[in-house]
């Protein structure tokens, strides 16, 4: 048990809708990172909250947006789904400073989009 | 650009047996270099982590080295069991771009009873 929470575990979408991901981390835990993991490969950051601020991205497009709030609860937002964005999607909390410590990850959300 | 490679894709070997899983990485700049371990269904779990000063860390059966010059980082889980089955991920924090983790693709790992 890693006391980071993800819902919903499992979702369906078609193409072109919206969809959000949420994610509750462990109190005290000020950062949280999205990834995206599809089949049999290594996950992919997506972007990094400390402190309600985004303060790392990697390589995806603006359609997919996130929201951390006080009490250390978050949030992904993709927009205009794409088939390719079906995948497992993490999320991980981190006490402090992500340069070393261990990051805490959630069971995921597994989306398929049809 | 960062690039981490796992070796191989897939291992199945007897339970008892000591084995070695390995992970490449393209750039020597790195903060830390994670093992995660990853069971069908659910999330991560860290399972041990390496600062970039270090040269091992260990844990119950688990003992994993990294060797920054060379690129290199191996897990070695003594007296494999059953349950030791899982995909096994390592991962090494950048120093630059706001300390993201790369990731290599997995080692698929079973231990036959």
């Known amino acids: 048990e890693t006391g980071v929470t993800q819902s919903p575990t499992h979702l369906i979408k078609t193409r072109g809708q919206q969809v959000t991901l949420r994610c509750s981390s462990q109190s005290g835990h000020n950062t949280v990172s999205w990834y995206q993991q599809a089949l049999g490969q290594g996950p992919q950051f997506i972007f990094q909250y400390y402190r309600e601020e985004e303060n790392g991205r990697g390589n995806f497009p603006p359609r997919f947006s996130g929201l951390q709030f006080p009490n250390y609860s978050s949030e992904l937002n993709v927009n205009a789904l794409e088939l390719d964005d079906s995948a497992l999607y993490l999320c991980?909390?981190?006490?402090?400073?992500?340069?070393?410590?261990?990051?805490?990850f959630g069971p995921g959300t597994r989306l398929t989009v049809l | 650009k960062q690039e981490v490679t796992q070796i191989p894709a897939a291992l199945s070997v007897p339970e008892g047996e000591n084995l070695v899983l390995n992970c490449s990485f393209t750039?020597?700049?790195?903060?830390?270099l994670q093992w995660f371990r990853q069971d069908p269904g659910k999330g991560l779990t860290s399972l041990l982590l390496i600062q970039s000063s270090q040269r091992e860390q260990t844990s119950g059966r688990l003992n994993a080295s990294l060797d920054k010059s060379s690129g290199r980082s191996t897990l070695y889980i003594a007296a494999s069991q059953p349950g030791d089955s899982a995909t096994y991920l390592c991962a090494v924090r950048l120093v630059d771009s706001n300390y993201q983790l790369i990731w290599g693709a997995g080692t698929k790992l079973i231990i036959k009873p």
């Open positions: 750039d020597s700049a790195i903060y830390n």
């Open positions: 991980a909390s981190t006490l402090g400073g992500v340069s070393t410590d261990t990051q805490y």
